[in-house]
């Protein structure tokens, strides 16, 4: 994201409080572009993030702030009354001297601003189960807290996001399209899909069905997204709100998994490296299911393991179709780098489908 120009009208035009003396790139997302805003002399807060949303990706950012500012607003007196800070256990939106959400440049790119959570520790994998199972807690405790909010009022800032079913007719189209000439270069990966097409219909079938509850979810619920207070184990900030949505909170649980139990990284393209580590996905599950607390349906927790299935699925088909589109969701280093990440959790998901007797007795243990 280190080509994008922070224009000063941007800087100007929200309340920092202070001189701003610098602006620096900040952070790996592959979305937005993030700068870490240094100010001196301010009566408030010293530090801030910038970040100019993605309009490829989210095509409404009025809407998306709406529910940005919506579940913030909402945490913060609960956290207050579980004595936690507000200030730190969640983001808070930093207004425009005019007092909106967000401003939109002369170019028309929106931009928003957060305090900066300073003292937090972001981990892009996870060092050890402990680790892991406090991202977990996070998580699970990030849904307990919204279990109540009126989950209408939130806007489906990208439609179908997690439903694996759209994702598949998605992934179809490519397949058909070829728009660059791509189809023949990956017969195994296209077969790794179909073979499971019928996978895709059953959770949203579940919620379809009102079997299973539609509830406020994050939706990209990677570990570097939650930021731990390295001071307090049972302090930690979600961030990334982008995609806070009404959804399913299997699909919270298994993305996940997915991103942080895989032995290797998401980008890894040595797939012999890829498995599921039973230690760290037994570790999340302890921590997210007690975060989460009572509320948990016993649809839901027998769905679990189900969760990592179709997110795993969900992605690898994602961006295999983004390959297939000729890379314009997805930013890549290399080509062949999404058909790399492609096969990367297919893999993942052969070592998820060959344990799942294993994965569904871990749960069973515990729920
Ligand atoms: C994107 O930008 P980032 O890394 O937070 C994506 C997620 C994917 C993830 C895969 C809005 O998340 O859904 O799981 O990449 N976010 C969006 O690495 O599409
Ligand atoms: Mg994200």
């Known amino acids: 994201m280190s080509e994008i120009e922070v224009p000063s009208a941007v800087v ?18 592959r979305i937005n572009g993030s700068f870490l805003i240094s100010t001196r002399g301010g009566t408030r807060w010293p ?16 809407a998306l702030m709406d529910n940005i500012v919506a579940v913030t607003d909402y945490l913060k007196p609960g956290i207050a009354a579980e004595g936690g800070d507000p200030l730190r256990e969640t983001l808070s939106v930093v207004k425009t001297r005019m007092g909106q959400s967000w401003w939109r440049d002369d170019d028309g790119s929106p931009w928003r601003a957060y305090l900066f959570v300073d003292g937090m520790v972001c981990h892009q994998s996870a060092s050890s189960p402990q680790v ?17 909010f009126p989950v209408d009022v ?14 598949l007719a998605g992934f179809l189209v ?15 990966e296209i077969d790794a899909v179909l073979a499971r097409r019928d996978q895709c219909a059953r959770l949203m079938g579940l919620a379809d069905a009102g079997q299973m509850p539609i509830r406020v979810t994050h939706n990209d619920t990677k570990l570097n997204n939650v930021l731990m207070d390295p001071a307090d184990r049972r302090r930690a900030c979600v961030i990334d709100l ?9 699909h919270d649980f298994g993305d996940a998994i997915r991103y942080g139990a895989n032995r290797t990284d998401e980008d890894d393209p040595d797939i012999d490296r890829v498995g599921l580590d039973r230690a760290m996905f037994e570790a999340f599950t302890i921590g ?24 795993t699925l969900e992605q690898g088909m994602r961006f295999l179709t983004d390959y297939l589109d000729g890379d314009r969701y997805y930013g890549v280093a290399y080509p062949t780098q999404n058909l790399d990440r492609a096969r990367n959790q297919f893999a993942l998901l052969s070592d998820i489908e060959s344990h799942l007797a294993q994965l569904e007795q871990i749960v069973a243990d515990l729920v």
């Not at 530090?47 to 009025?62: A, C, E, M, S, W």
């Not at 892991?132 to 109540?148: C, P, S, V, Y």
């Not at 939130?154 to 994702?167: E, G, N, Q, Y």
Request: charged share 25%; glycine share 10%; aromatic share 10%.
């Open 174 to 188: 490519a397949v058909d399209r070829d728009r660059v000439r791509r189809v023949s270069t990956c017969p195994a």
């Open 12 to 29: 100007e035009a929200f309340d920092f409080g202070g001189e701003v003396v610098d602006v620096a790139p900040l952070g790996q997302g």
């Open 47 to 62: 530090k801030y993030v910038l970040q100019r949303i993605n309009t490829h990706v989210f095509v409404d950012p009025g």
């Open 132 to 148: 892991f199972h406090d991202a977990g807690e996070a998580f699970g405790t990030f849904a307990r807290r919204l279990d109540e």
């Open 288 to 311: 997210w299911v007690r975060g989460f607390g009572p509320g948990l349906t016993p649809i839901e927790k027998a769905n679990l393991v189900w969760g990592v299935r179709a997110m």
């Open 154 to 167: 939130l806007h489906s800032t990208i439609a179908s996001f997690h439903d694996t079913r759209v994702r």
């Open 242 to 250: 982008d995609t806070v949505m009404p959804g399913l909170a299997v």
